[in-house]
């Protein structure tokens, strides 16, 4: 692996800010839209950005031998600011894909349980250390 450039922090920052913008204006059209009674927004950024994620690897391995730092602003910048869902999800389709099944599937459930499990353990510490 190489090291990271000055200029690909760069492009992951500010595609991070692009990606981040995007998320806001999608999750509130997407709650318009779709209502409030379920997190729409948040299921729909997490949809459309592991689509785009496939679309833009899948692009870029067969048709676009693309510079790291467009690589990284891209998938890492904006999709990552976007969501970070289109990266696990990622993960999981090359696992998938190269026949190592049970890591995948140990990644997918682990990340989503333990996950879970951490924002409830931070729910709960914050509780304790910051309620009066």
């Not at 318009?32 to 496939?54: A, E, K």
């Amino acid at each position: 692996m190489t090291p990271i450039t000055l200029t690909e922090i760069v492009a992951v920052a500010l595609g991070g800010g692009i990606g981040a913008a995007l998320r806001l204006i999608t999750i509130g059209w997407a709650s318009r839209l779709m209502g409030y009674g379920f997190p729409w927004g948040t299921f729909t950024v997490n949809v459309l950005g592991s689509f785009i994620m496939g679309v833009l690897v899948g692009w870029m391995t067969a048709r676009w031998d693309a510079p790291a730092f467009m690589r990284v602003f891209l998938a890492t910048g904006i999709l990552g600011g976007f969501t970070t869902f289109s990266a696990y999800s990622l993960d999981f389709a090359m696992m998938w894909q190269d026949q190592r099944y049970l890591p995948a599937l140990l990644y997918a459930g682990g990340s989503v349980v333990f996950s879970i499990a951490a924002v409830f353990a931070g729910l709960g510490l914050a509780r304790v250390a910051f309620t009066p």
